[in-house]
């Protein structure tokens, strides 16, 4: 091997360690910043400027997550659920708001309510074409008037786009083109997080055995 050689993968190295410590911290950093724009809201006496002489970084982390949970201790009670009940029904007045709030709270709701399961199982999909496969998820299976226009099993499927996976599609496709994964949801985002480098830990099987051991797991 030559020097040169020797140089590039030293660089090369240096870079993987270097570039996820980086990216972290400039992560933790924007999100501790953001939600320190909270102690704006504090009258001024209340600042840690103003009790401790300095600013203390990440105070308002700590705030929001006191807040979040004193929210949910007092929503857990009989009083706590009429005033949210009373402060959903205002809001359901209130002709745009309503439209917005509706929304976000069914979408809150399924991702973050106790058991719930937003993305219930990884699966194997063609997409955006046939001949070309993707790692989709579960969601669930249609419903409403959607039912009704729709000739066959269908399951409601979401196809996550790489490396941010919050923004994707919604499909609802044939159960028979549906493929099961034996994956876990953690491991099937961390997979598609990182663009196929990052391969779940597992020994791969056939993929004709594979595909049908699937097939009839879904069909379950």
């Not at 409403?144 to 499927?157: K, M, P, Q, R």
Request: charged content about 15%.
């Amino acid at each position: 091997m030559t020097k040169t050689s020797h140089i590039k993968r030293y660089f090369i190295t240096g870079l993987l360690i270097w570039v996820p410590l980086v990216i972290t911290a400039w992560v933790l950093n924007l999100l501790v910043s953001t939600l320190d724009q909270i102690l704006q809201l504090l009258p001024p006496q209340f600042r840690t400027e103003n009790w401790l002489g300095v600013h203390v970084p990440g105070f308002g982390v700590a705030m929001t997550v006191l807040i979040v949970f004193v929210t949910g201790l007092l929503a857990a009670n009989i009083i706590g659920q009429r005033l949210v009940t009373f402060w959903e029904r205002l809001l359901a007045r209130i002709p745009v708001v309503n439209s917005i709030y509706k929304g976000v709270k069914q979408v809150s709701d399924t991702l973050f309510a106790p058991g719930g399961q937003a993305f219930r199982k990884a699966v194997l999909v063609q997409w955006p074409r046939e001949g070309m496969w993707t790692i989709a998820f579960l969601t669930g299976v249609p419903g409403g008037d959607v039912v009704s226009h729709l000739e066959g099993d269908f399951l409601s499927i979401y196809v996550p786009t790489t490396p941010n996976p919050t923004g994707g599609y919604f499909v609802m496709m044939r159960r028979a083109d549906v493929i099961e994964l034996d994956m876990t949801v953690d491991d099937a985002l961390k997979y598609i997080i990182s663009m196929g480098v990052a391969t779940p830990v597992g020994a791969p099987r056939a993929h004709s055995a594979a595909s049908e051991v699937a097939r009839k797991a879904v069909h379950q």
